[in-house]
């Protein structure tokens, strides 16, 4: 099934029929938080899209850089919601780059609590970087 082509779609809309959000309302919420820019300029919730305009899209941790292939106002499946958008190769591999990052950091914590001699030598360093006696 392809998406449905209007003449124009309003921003919120779109990102809900693109699958960036899961309803209309948490869609404009982001886009008056100033999460989503068209153009490189913040949008506004009744914004019309066209064809081949670039979204700025933040939902999260993750960044996106969009380009608009297609416009609907119809939600559909994961299918046919990836046709009305690419991603551009930069944006990809930043936010792949960012999700590395993420695990690198989630593994560098410890899997259980210090005891009470590790918590001893913690705060003794703490107290020589910061300079106090003792």
Do not use: C
């Amino acid at each position: 099934m392809n998406p449905r082509e209007v003449a124009g779609v309003r921003l919120d809309k779109w990102l809900w029929a693109a699958r960036f959000y899961k309803t209309r309302s948490l869609a404009k919420q982001a886009i008056d938080g100033g999460h989503v820019r068209v153009g490189g300029e913040r949008a506004k919730v009744a914004r019309e899209l066209a064809v081949g305009l670039m979204l700025n899209l933040r939902r999260g941790t993750e960044e996106f850089e969009l380009q608009v292939l297609a416009l609907s106002d119809q939600r559909g499946g994961a299918p046919e919601a990836q046709r009305l958008y690419a991603e551009t190769e930069a944006s990809r591999a930043r936010r792949e780059r960012a999700a590395l990052e993420r695990r690198a950091n989630a593994l560098a914590h410890p899997d259980q609590r210090p005891d009470k001699q590790q918590r001893r030598r913690i705060v003794r360093f703490k107290r020589a970087v910061s300079g106090e006696p003792g």
